[in-house]
T-cell receptor
Framework: DAGITQSPRHKVTETGTPVTLRCHQTENHRYMYWYRQDPGHGLRLIHYSYGVKDTDKGEVSDGYSVSRSKTEDFLLTLESATSSQTSVYFC????????????????FGAGSRLTVL | AQSVTQLDSQVPVFEEAPVELRCNYSSSVSVYLFWYVQYPNQGLQLLLKYLSGSTLVESINGFEAEFNKSQTSFHLRKPSVHISDTAEYFCAVSPLGGATNKLIFGTGTLLAVQP
């Protein structure tokens, strides 16, 4: 997956517990993203980062926070997990806003499946 | 704002038959257009993209998509599918210019190729 590693790949947790998902890249790309994938909704952007310590909200950011202390790591945290956050979470990277071709081409990780009971 | 509509949630088709997966978008600005493919238990992979120039774009595995600005569509086609094409296909758009840097995805179409 082009130097993107997500961990854990699978996690089952209980409502109210904190959860952290990690995305690690070896591509030295500036931009990193967290999406969630749900049936009938496709992929929806949660948060993204445009540099170390620079992050911004996506369309479904409520209940999630992120941190990026190093170029290679982008953490997604659920402070108090709820059943509605049961989903598959994908990390993606991009080398620039527009890339060499002028378009924002994203490369995705393999995903992290989270189940909140 | 942009939105993407994939009209078919699932498309069953027999092996070696042609297939078309439909994608329509809505945007007040010009956009780049993409098709991503997701094989079972994997992440998304870029299949093809339209940036500018020829409205017909092709992938290395025989898929093609045509940008139709007047109909705001970017349908994906393949003249003869294989079992290995079974996957979920996502259409996505990215607006040109501005500060935004996100992709907006459709809800996906599951292509189920049967022998």
């Amino acid at each position: 997956d082009a130097g993107i590693t997500q961990s854990p790949r699978h996690k089952v947790t209980e409502t109210g517990t904190p959860v952290t998902l990690r995305c690690h890249q070896t591509e030295n790309h500036r931009y990193m993203y967290w999406y969630r994938q749900d049936p009938g909704h496709g992929l929806r952007l949660i948060h993204y980062s445009y540099g170390v310590k620079d992050t911004d909200k996506g369309e479904v950011s409520d209940g999630y926070s992120v941190s990026r202390s190093k170029t290679e790591d982008f953490l997604l945290t659920l402070e108090s997990a709820t059943s509605s956050q049961t989903s598959v979470y994908f990390c993606a990277i991009s080398d620039s806003i527009r890339g060499a071709s002028g378009a924002n081409v994203l490369t995705f990780g393999a995903g992290s499946r989270l189940t909140v009971l | 704002a942009q939105s993407v509509t994939q009209l078919d949630s699932q498309v069953p088709v027999f092996e070696e038959a042609p297939v078309e997966l439909r994608c329509n978008y809505s945007s007040s600005v010009s956009v780049y257009l993409f098709w991503y493919v997701q094989y079972p238990n994997q992440g998304l992979q870029l299949l093809l993209k339209y940036l500018s120039g020829s409205t017909l774009v092709e992938s290395i595995n025989g898929f093609e998509a045509e940008f139709n600005k007047s109909q705001t569509s970017f349908h994906l086609r393949k003249p003869s599918v294989h079992i290995s094409d079974t996957a979920e296909y996502f259409c996505a758009v990215s607006p040109l210019g501005g500060a935004t840097n996100k992709l907006i995805f459709g809800t996906g179409t599951l292509l189920a190729v049967q022998p």
